[in-house]
């Protein structure tokens, strides 16, 4: 602590503060109009000017010292500050402005003009007004400082100053992101978002029904509209992304699911081979006890005719963790069958079964926070961090300017992160195998790996570090196309400029060799000693707000919730006891179908498909070939907020609430659990997944004449917070997660007897499985090569604006608005050679069958391939990928598929 004065009260205060902070934590209020605690302080408006040991400063960016003598309000002062705010206000409609800055300024407005020369500027998200801007630059800091995005600009000087988007005629042009941050930060509504509430008639605090990140988000509804808003708990200024931002009102969208649906035929008990009449395949709108009915009848039926494992369940990452445990157990208890997956399978399967293997534990191993905030190194590998988890990549862009991390960036693409990074390392598609063991190799032959660590906590080392010894780097060289010098530069900094964290998503994992790509980055973590320590770890980046949730609650074929495995003698029989029903048979100890191969036998082995919240007629490779099997499905009950492709083939549809009509928990990326609150009721006739499943497991309980007797066995729960009562003692994971723990302070699992408060950081003493295992990892072909015919590799993959089958970014007119067709990206001398320009509509085709998009020529891409996205039915890259699987992890080879393309 330090003396100062203030106004002739000597007062101690913390050191190394500003004049304007020291002054707040007196209790002593400083005008000003620029300074705000998330944004450096630049001292612009000149506004908290104060006298400091005879000296005018500007308080906001000045440092307090020993002794200092500062006085706050003199005539003087305020004469100065007037003179000051209306240099600011001379320039804008003092008419519109807020009525704290009215206020601010109505002691010294002497002249008001509308001179003001700047240009209004629109986007579908938010809208710039001159009128209103007094240029304190608050947006300008706040875009370069905050989202590290310098899309705004002060162009000219003097008289003439104004604010712009640089050269740009529009502000996607400029790079801009539409987070909203911006507008956050505008003091005078200068720049506001369109969509605006009349009057607030609910609002609620909850979590993003997006991405992995998880952003806390607060809801407000006037009946009309709904808007969302970042929650501020930290230090630090949270953001959104467009999606969270601006991409809620799906939820209102008079397109949903309003009743339950079904066909004609099944009411008029006809089976779907019987159904020959055109009208019989009418979806007709039923109340909910007849839907219920027919769909208990018809899964009654096949279970009796054909067994449980004729039944699959398809769960859903959208979901929450109450209601994917629900589903699970649904398939289980009642029928017997590990019949259960989700969307998991197709994005992270081989990070689970990688990691398992290698550390004992499938998740991410650190936090986005501790990363970056303590990271020395980041190293992403097959990750679009700044489109598919934006906040996090925006965390990642602040530590490089703020903390000047070092940063490497592995992708075939050179996207937005890369920008940012210190050694961009532009691999071949495919080849993440060859990179990391030529940097296992350089680290060994160099001595920079961490033997401590590698002889304490590490096993099989000597037979990786022969393999590894021998690997041939030149080769390595050829495959990837990255060069010595850089290889080298990037294992030194990933060894020796520690903590590092490895970063990946799907870039890695969907290949046949997904499994290997992610245990040859374990093999380099745990040669460097990177993991278990603050900044550092095994990152995988979850997709879905809830795929966390949705593995660790069992959506999985085979393990129980937590992970427990179905093969396990023991775990079986305690959830045996913990379901059991009087007199039953029972639970299947087999591992079920995954969601590739449920789909695989629909015309086989599997006669009815439970789908809750997924898409499969969009997400899976070679839709086409998904399509005839769905058709061939005996009965399929969709559960959903809105129709889908899928949905096309369904018998049954019910209506499913969105998470803005929804209780329960969301687990995010970096396993921590937190509370959703609704908005307000489920809409139209629809019902929470919670109240469907809770309904429909009631009713199959009373016909099948099940008698519950084990402590978990009944279904009679009246809120989700019952749910996770039982999830603690099913998953030893979640074994002390409460409601009341969350809401206070969202715990990162495990929750436990050792850790009650949650383990942000996992493998700190131990690994899960006792040691880390090192294993030697082969380079593999692809399932397919390019060739003559089909000279170019496709990559596929998602874009800022859109996510997943676009089932809801689709139904938010804004996002639209900026992103409405399918579009592939392709290099400018491909272009060039097959006489294409920008904006063509082009057809790509490959040996599954063909599209049509638009081109967008752009240097990011490599030569000789082609990047395109599986949010538009009208253009799906899932007509051309293929089913080609990682054997362990059954995850498909959405990344490299060979095709053609011609100009249409
Ligand atoms: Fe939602 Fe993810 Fe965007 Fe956060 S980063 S607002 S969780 S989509």
Not at 753 to 765: F, R, V
Not at 781 to 804: A, C, K, M, Q, S
Request: net charge neutral.
């Amino acid at each position: 602590m330090i003396k100062i004065t203030i106004d002739g009260n000597q007062i101690n205060v913390r050191e190394n503060i500003t004049i304007f902070e020291a002054c707040l934590e007196a209790g002593i209020e400083i005008p000003t109009i620029c300074h705000d605690k998330y944004l450096p302080h630049i001292g612009r408006c000149k506004v908290c000017i104060v006298n400091a040991d005879n000296q005018y400063v500007t308080s906001c960016n000045t440092k307090i010292y020993d002794g200092m003598n500062l006085v706050t309000n003199t005539n003087e002062l305020n004469e100065i500050r007037n003179t000051n705010i209306q240099l600011m206000l001379e320039s804008v409609d003092f008419k519109k402005l807020p009525e704290n800055l009215k206020k601010l300024a109505v002691s010294s407005i002497k002249r008001v003009s509308t001179t003001n020369s700047q240009k209004t500027i629109n986007n579908p998200f938010f809208s710039f007004n001159p009128d209103l801007c007094f240029l304190c630059g608050k947006c300008v800091s706040a875009c370069s400082n905050l989202q590290g995005r310098f899309i705004w600009n002060f162009r000219n000087k003097g008289k003439k100053l104004g604010l712009s988007i640089g050269i740009y005629e529009s502000f996607e042009d400029a790079g801009c992101e539409f987070s909203g941050t911006c507008v956050d930060f505008c003091p005078t509504g200068a720049i506001s978002h369109n969509r605006r509430l009349s009057k607030i008639v609910s609002k609620c605090e909850t979590i993003c029904s997006y991405c992995g990140v998880g952003c806390q988000i607060e809801l407000f509804f006037d009946g009309e509209n709904i808007i969302s808003k970042p929650i501020q708990k930290s230090e630090k200024y949270s953001s959104l992304c467009v999606k969270g931002r601006y991409g809620n009102s799906y939820v209102l969208n008079s397109q949903r699911l309003k009743n339950p649906l079904v066909r004609k035929y099944l009411l008029e008990n006809l089976s779907k081979k019987e159904a020959t009449k055109d009208n019989d395949h009418e979806l007709v709108e039923v109340s909910w006890e007849k839907a219920l009915d027919i769909i208990s009848d018809n899964l009654i039926r096949v279970y009796e005719n054909y067994g449980g494992d004729a039944i699959s369940f398809m769960s859903s990452a959208k979901c929450t963790n109450e209601e994917n445990y629900l589903f699970q157990k649904l398939a289980r208890q009642i029928f017997k069958t590990n019949n259960v997956d989700h969307c998991a399978r197709l994005c992270h399967s081989s990070t689970v079964v990688g990691l398992i293997e290698t550390v004992g534990s499938g998740a991410m191993t650190n936090g986005m926070d501790d990363i970056a905030e303590n990271a020395k190194t980041v190293f992403i590998i097959g990750a679009n961090v700044t489109e598919q988890h934006p906040v996090f990549g925006v965390k990642i862009r602040r530590a490089v300017m703020e903390r000047k991390i070092n940063l490497i960036v592995a992708d075939p693409r050179f996207i937005d992160i890369a920008e940012f990074s210190d050694i961009y390392l532009n691999i071949k598609s495919g080849t993440d195998i060859y990179l990391i063991n030529a940097l296992c190799r350089i680290i060994l032959e160099n001595n920079w790996q961490d033997d401590t660590f590698i002889n304490e906590r590490c096993e099989n080392f000597e037979e990786f570090k022969e393999y590894i010894l021998r690997f041939d780097i030149d080769e390595a060289i050829d495959k990837t196309g990255i060069d010595y010098d850089t290889l080298f530069k990037s294992a030194k900094l990933i060894a020796t400029e520690k903590p590092t964290a490895a970063i990946w998503a799907m870039g890695v994992t969907q290949h046949i060799y997904g499994v290997d790509n992610v245990i040859a980055i374990s093999n380099l973590q745990l040669l460097t000693g990177n993991v278990g320590l603050k900044g550092g770890g095994l990152n995988p980046l979850r997709g879905q707000n809830n795929v966390q949730g949705a593995c660790d609650m069992g959506g999985l074929p085979d393990v129980f919730p937590g992970y427990q495995k179905v093969i396990d003698k023991d775990v079986v029989y305690k959830f045996q006891e913990f379901w059991k029903f009087e007199h039953d048979t029972q639970l299947s100890n087999t591992p079920g179908y995954t969601v590739t191969e449920m789909i695989d036998n629909l015309d086989k082995s599997v006669k009815a498909l439970y789908i809750m919240g997924e898409n499969p007629a969009m997400t899976e490779p070679d839709i086409q070939h998904v399509a005839e099997k769905l058709k061939m499905c005996e009965f399929l009950v969709i559960q959903d907020i809105f129709p889908t492709e899928t949905s096309k083939f369904a018998d049954v549809i019910l209506p499913a609430a969105t998470f803005a009509e929804k209780d329960g928990t969301f687990t995010n990326t970096e396993r921590r659990i937190q509370k959703l609150s609704p908005l307000f009721a489920p809409m139209y006739n629809s019902k929470t997944d919670f109240e469907i499943l809770t309904a429909l497991a009631n009713i199959l309980i009373s016909k099948m004449k099940l008698k519950p007797s084990g402590n978990f066995s009944s279904w009679n729960y009246s809120s989700y917070e019952d749910v996770m009562n039982e999830i603690n003692g099913a998953a030893p994971i979640y074994e002390k997660v409460n409601y009341e723990i969350i809401q206070k302070n969202n715990v990162c699992w495990p929750v436990n007897s050792k850790y009650p408060e949650g383990a942000p950081i996992l493998h700190q003493e131990s690994f899960s499985r006792g040691k880390g295992r090192f294993f030697a990892i082969y380079p593999q072909r692809p399932h397919e090569i390019v060739d003559e015919n089909f000279p170019l590799i496709l990559n596929t993959g998602r874009e800022l604006y859109h996510w997943h089958g676009g089932e809801l970014t689709r139904r938010v007119d804004e996002l639209s608005k900026i992103s409405d067709h399918p579009v592939v990206l392709i290099h400018s001398e491909d272009a060039k050679m097959y006489g294409i320009k920008d904006n063509s509509n082009v057809k790509i085709i490959s040996k599954r069958g063909e599209i049509i998009a638009k081109a967008f020529i752009t240097e990011r891409n490599q030569k000789g391939t082609i990047f395109g996205n599986f949010h538009f039915y009208e253009g799906n890259v899932n007509t051309l990928t293929a089913k080609a699987l990682d054997q362990k992890a059954k995850i498909p080879q959405y990344k490299i598929s060979a095709v053609k393309i011609q100009l249409v």
